[in-house]
């Protein structure tokens, strides 16, 4: 049975409940056949922590109690993607998008000052734009296959990098503690929490994160250490 913390395999799609709409998958005949195909995706089954918002918040709590296997989980709207505000819409002059050679036009997705939304009316100089989450309001059905419950501590580590989009190399993990080579430097505000997470859910004594270069240099001075020594 599954519980809170457990990490666990899946396969899931995504449907608006209320004209079946698939918005995403990770079964590439289903995205296929739904017209939403991305062929630089990789489909496969996803690895995520139950109780750690890998999940939208109703189906991360649904499948709490559950067994591997396969259930359709309907979802509010309220525990999905939340209730549409009317606070994110948005009424902004015409000029700021013109004067970055912007033409709004309804259905255009846009960021502004960091924000995404989508323009709903162009009129009298002015543009509406909704920030609320394009399936906001919106109840969801999800069709998903538990394949198991994940044991391994490396596949752990590695799915809470692939779920955070951190770009890394390799993970070496031993003596209950990580190394993590990644492929560029990570800031220190962001390394210092991942690590506290990884090794909170992973359960590790210590995550270490390091460059390609700096990885590369320590094997040299392993080398140049082992030379020395014969």
Do not use: W
Not at 52 to 75: Q, R
Request: net charge neutral; proline share 4%; with cysteine.
């Amino acid at each position: 049975m599954i519980k809170k913390g457990d990490f666990v395999e899946l396969d899931y799609t995504g449907k608006i409940k209320d004209d079946k709409i698939v918005f995403d998958t990770t079964v590439e005949e289903t995205a296929k056949t739904a017209n939403i195909h991305n062929p630089k995706f990789k489909y496969k089954p996803v690895i995520v922590c139950i109780g750690e918002k890998h999940l939208v918040a109703g189906l991360d709590e649904a499948i709490i109690g559950k067994n591997p296997g396969a259930y359709t989980i309907e979802v509010k709207a309220e525990h999905a993607f939340g209730k549409k505000s009317a606070e994110l819409l948005k009424l902004i002059p015409i000029k700021l998008f013109t004067k970055d050679q912007v033409q709004p036009y309804v259905g255009l997705e846009v960021n502004v000052d960091g924000m995404l939304g989508i323009v709903r009316n162009v009129s009298g100089g002015r543009v509406i734009v909704d920030f609320n989450h394009p399936l906001a309001g919106r109840d969801l059905v999800y069709d998903i296959n538990i394949k198991r419950i994940v044991t391994d501590p490396l596949e752990k580590a590695k799915s809470v990098l692939e779920i955070t989009g951190v770009p890394f190399e390799s993970i070496d993990l031993a003596d209950n503690k990580a190394t993590i080579v990644t492929k560029g430097q990570l800031p220190e505000e962001i390394s210092k929490e991942l690590g506290e997470s990884i090794k909170k859910l992973v359960d590790l004594k210590s995550v270490d994160f390091k460059t390609e270069e700096q990885a590369k240099k320590e094997i040299k001075k392993e080398i140049k250490k082992e030379e020395e020594q014969k």
